[in-house]
C-alpha cells in the first residue's frame, strides 16, 4: 500500500513563502493534487498535476501564487507557495487520483496523507 507523508508547514508572517513536500512511499505515475482544509470548513481543492508534471490545476484562490511541481525520480509532490495570506492558514494535504476527470472533487481520490500545518499570521 502507497503511503503519502507531507511535510515543509510551519508558521509563517503573510507575505511570506512555504514549500510543501509530499513524499510517496512508491513510484506512482498517477496525477496528484493539493487540498487544504481550514477549521469549520470543508476540505477544499488547491492544486492538481499529472503524471509527468505536464499540466497543472490550480483553485482561483492560489493561482498566481502557488506552483505545484513533481519529481518522479524522488516520488515527491510540492506545492510552492508565495505571498501567503492569514485565509490560506489550514492542514494541507495531498493526495492521489487514478483517474484524470474530477481533479477538484475530494471524494475522487483514493491515497490521502495525513497532512501538514500552515499557519499565516496577520
Known amino acids: 500500500q502507497v503511503q503519502l507523508v507531507e511535510s515543509g508547514g510551519g508558521l509563517v508572517a503573510a507575505g511570506g513563502s512555504l514549500t510543501l513536500s509530499c513524499a510517496a512511499s512508491e513510484r506512482t505515475g498517477y496525477y496528484m493534487a493539493w487540498f487544504r482544509q481550514a477549521p469549520g470548513k470543508e476540505r477544499e481543492f488547491v492544486a492538481a498535476?499529472?503524471?509527468?508534471?505536464?499540466?497543472?490545476w490550480y483553485a482561483d484562490s492560489v493561482k498566481g501564487r502557488s506552483t505545484i511541481s513533481r519529481d518522479n525520480a524522488k516520488n515527491t509532490v510540492y506545492l510552492q507557495m508565495n505571498s501567503l495570506r492569514p485565509e490560506d492558514t489550514a492542514v494541507y494535504y495531498c493526495?492521489?487520483?487514478?483517474?484524470?476527470?474530477?481533479?477538484?472533487?475530494?471524494?475522487?481520490?483514493?491515497?490521502w496523507g495525513q497532512g501538514t500545518q500552515v499557519t499565516v499570521s496577520s
Open positions: 498535476i499529472t503524471g509527468i508534471g505536464g499540466r497543472t
Open positions: 493526495a492521489r487520483i487514478t483517474r484524470w476527470y474530477g481533479l477538484n472533487e475530494k471524494n475522487e481520490y483514493d491515497l
